[in-house]
Structures are given as C-alpha cells and as structure tokens.
C-alpha cells in the first residue's frame, strides 16, 4: 500500500473527511471508500511505473506516498459531484499525472533502480557478445 488513512489526514481535516466519504450518515469517514481511493491511486502509479520498475516496489520512496495521497483525494472529492473540487486538489491531480508520466520515460527517477531494471533513456542495453555475430567485419566487406 503507497499511503494510508493517516497519510489523507495530513493533508485534509477529519471534517472534510467525513463529508466526502459519509454516505450513510453516521458521521465518521467510511474507511471502505477511502481503501478504494487508495486502491485506485495504487493502480494508476503502478500502471505508470510498470516496465520501468519491477512491482511490487519493495520500498515505497517518500514520491510515491505522496503521489498516491494527492491522487486519493482527488479520487475521494471526485465522488461528490455536488461537492466543488477545490482548485488546489484539481492542480495536485494534474501535477501527479505529469510528475508519473515524467517517472516513466526516466526522466526523474524514484531512486530504487536494482539490476535488471529497463535502461534509460538513449541507452542501449543487449545479451549478444562478440562472438554471436552472424555477420563478421570480412563478410560485411563483401558488400
């Protein structure tokens, strides 16, 4: 899991909270609809980091908590459609997609890169050796 209940209440008071996920009126966050956000924000990080890393991510870095808490609560305000999304939470989902789809082409990087990870941009990477080629430098001549 990238972040938790806690995580989202850093960021928004219990109050908004409750009003967003409280659809049974009992006043107190519905943790079912917050698991949701947070399965949602998860599915689209990883979607973005696939063929990039290897998932699951054994170390969640402090970026991808933070992602996945903006990307919750947008999820979380988007179900409310009489509710206003507040502008700031509009500009921290665009900044989200741009910062993950940056992530992706290797432009800034999570820090987590182990061994067997895709290369990065412009670098080329094969398992053939010298001694694999089928056409040799006196072959190629010919032409």
């Known amino acids: ?26 006043n107190e966050i519905n943790t079912a609809i ?3 956000a947070i399965l949602y924000s998860e599915t689209l990080i ?3 980091l ?11 870095p402090m970026l991808i908590t ?4 903006d990307l919750s609560i947008f ?12 502008e700031s939470i509009n500009n921290k989902y665009k900044n989200s997609i741009k910062l993950l789809e940056q992530i992706q082409k290797g432009i800034v990087s999570l820090g987590i890169e182990i061994e067997g990870t895709p290369p990065e941009l412009g670098e080329y990477r094969t398992n053939m050796t010298f001694q694999d080629r089928i056409f040799t430098k006196s072959m190629l001549e010919n032409f």
């Open 50 to 60: 696939r063929g990039r890393y290897t998932l699951p991510l054994f170390t969640i």
């Open 34 to 36: 917050v698991d949701e």
């Open 1 to 26: 899991m990238y972040c938790t209940l806690d995580d989202i209440k850093q960021q928004v008071q219990e109050s908004t909270l409750i009003e967003i996920t409280d659809d049974n009126q009992a």
């Open 46 to 48: 990883d979607g973005y």
């Open 66 to 69: 933070m992602l996945a808490v």
């Open 75 to 86: 999820r979380l305000y988007s179900r409310r459609f009489h509710t206003d999304m507040p």
